[in-house]
Antibody, heavy 114, light 107 residues
Framework: QVQLVESGGGVVQPGRSLRLSCAASGFTFSRYDMHWVRQAPGKGLEWVAVMSYDGSNKYYADSVKGRFTISRDNSKNTVYLQMDSLRVEDTAVYYC???????WGQGTLVTVSS | DIQMTQSPSSLSASVGDRVTITCRASQGISNYLAWFQQKPGEAPKSLIYAASSLQSGVPSKFSGSGSGTDFTLTISSLQPEDFATYYCQQYKNYPRTFGQGTRVEIK
C-alpha cells in the first residue's frame, strides 16, 4: 500500500533552517510529481511547492519563494523540503502529497518560535 | 494567482440533510477543481477531482458539479461521519490554491 512518511519537523528559532524529508513507498515514486502542502494551527490548507517526477520543474507558493527549496532523490524514493530563513508564520503541519493528491502523509509539525 | 472563494464558511445541518457548498474561482479554470474532506487531527482526504469525478472508494452521496468559475459540492444525505471541513482546490495553474474551507457542524 502507498505510504508517505514525513520527518524532520521540530521547534526552530526565526531565521534558522530546517529540512523536511518524505519517504515514499508502495508506488513508482520516480513517475510521480510530489507536492508539499502545509496547514497552520487552526487554519486552512496552503499549497507550498511541487517538483516534477524527474526533477526538471519546480514551482513554489509566493509566500516561500526564495526561502524554501524542494528536491528529490528518486534512488531513495524521498522528497525533501529545505526551509531557510524561517519565519513565525511558517509554523504549520507540513504534508507530503503525491501527484494526484490522493495519498497524503501524516504530516510533520514545524514550530518557528524564539 | 487564482483566488478560490468558498461559501459558506460554516454551516450547521442535521443528519439526513442535503448540503451544498459552493466554490468560486477568480478566473476560469475549466474543470481543474478538486474537493477534499478533513477531520480534526487527520490529513485531508480527496473526494472529487475534475470537478465531478468521484475518487475510488468515496461514497456516491458526494457529488460535484460546475465548470469555469462556479462549482458545487453536494452531500445528498448527511451522516455523522460527514461532519468535517471541506476544501476546494484549483489545479489549473501553479501556485495551486485552496478555498478557505467550509466547516460542516451538527445542528
Amino acid at each position: 500500500q502507498v505510504q508517505l512518511v514525513e520527518s524532520g519537523g521540530g521547534v526552530v528559532q526565526p531565521g534558522r533552517s530546517l529540512r523536511l524529508s518524505c519517504a515514499a513507498s508502495g508506488f513508482t515514486f520516480s513517475r510521480y510529481d510530489m507536492h508539499w502542502v502545509r496547514q497552520a494551527p487552526g487554519k486552512g490548507l496552503e499549497w507550498v511547492a511541487v517538483m516534477s517526477y524527474d526533477g526538471s520543474n519546480k514551482y513554489y507558493a509566493d509566500s516561500v519563494k526564495g526561502r524554501f527549496t524542494i528536491s528529490r532523490d528518486n534512488s531513495k524514493n524521498t522528497v525533501y523540503l529545505q526551509m531557510d530563513s524561517l519565519r513565525v508564520e511558517d509554523t504549520a503541519v507540513y504534508y507530503c502529497v503525491e501527484q494526484r493528491e490522493v495519498y497524503w502523509g501524516q504530516g510533520t509539525l514545524v514550530t518557528v518560535s524564539s | 494567482d487564482i483566488q478560490m472563494t468558498q461559501s459558506p464558511s460554516s454551516l450547521s445541518a442535521s443528519v439526513g440533510d442535503r448540503v451544498t457548498i459552493t466554490c468560486r474561482a477568480s478566473q476560469g479554470i475549466s474543470n481543474y477543481l478538486a474537493w477534499f474532506q478533513q477531520k480534526p487531527g487527520e490529513a485531508p482526504k480527496s473526494l472529487i477531482y475534475a470537478a465531478s469525478s468521484l475518487q475510488s472508494g468515496v461514497p456516491s452521496k458526494f457529488s460535484g458539479s460546475g465548470s469555469g468559475t462556479d462549482f458545487t459540492l453536494t452531500i445528498s444525505s448527511l451522516q455523522p461521519e460527514d461532519f468535517a471541513t471541506y476544501y476546494c482546490q484549483q489545479y489549473k495553474n501553479y501556485p495551486r490554491t485552496f478555498g478557505q474551507g467550509t466547516r460542516v457542524e451538527i445542528k
